[in-house]
């Protein structure tokens, strides 16, 4: 099987099970309410869906144009949102602890949309 193929099963894998966590586990809702973002429980529902959709079409590999861009941004979010603060409060160690599944899928977002962009997904 083609490597692109098990990254967008791991891209999806990822992005679906968080996104149902996101949905039925509702420790996420204090979660969003701390980092201060307006109408955090609108805000937590539409980042879950939004990973469960995109989630769904790159697993199956389906309009990826239009799915790797959304996710892209949700992962510069929770970067800026979640895991920024903790290297200014904690240090580099810490932030490299939690961040480190972020990083990667945003690097592995990033070689899809390379990819989808420049050529055809098989």
């Known amino acids: 099987m083609h490597i692109t ?3 967008c099963y791991c891209i999806g894998y990822v992005f679906i099970v968080s ?6 586990n509702g420790d996420f809702k204090g979660s969003f309410m701390s980092i201060g973002l307006p ?12 990973e469960l959709a995109c989630g769904m079409l790159i697993v199956g590999r389906m309009y990826m144009k239009l799915a790797v861009p959304p996710l892209i ?9 979640t895991k920024i ?27 899809i949309w390379q990819q989808v962009k420049g050529y055809k997904i098989n």
């Open 5 to 7: 193929k098990w990254i």
């Open 39 to 50: 109408f955090p429980e609108l805000t937590l529902f539409l980042v879950a869906i939004t």
């Open 85 to 111: 603060p903790v290297l200014w409060t904690d240090g580099l160690l810490t932030f490299a602890m939690n961040a480190r599944l972020d990083i990667v899928m945003l690097i592995l977002l990033l070689l």
């Open 19 to 24: 996104s149902i966590m996101k949905l039925i």
């Open 73 to 81: 941004f949700i992962m510069l979010g929770a970067l800026y949102f």
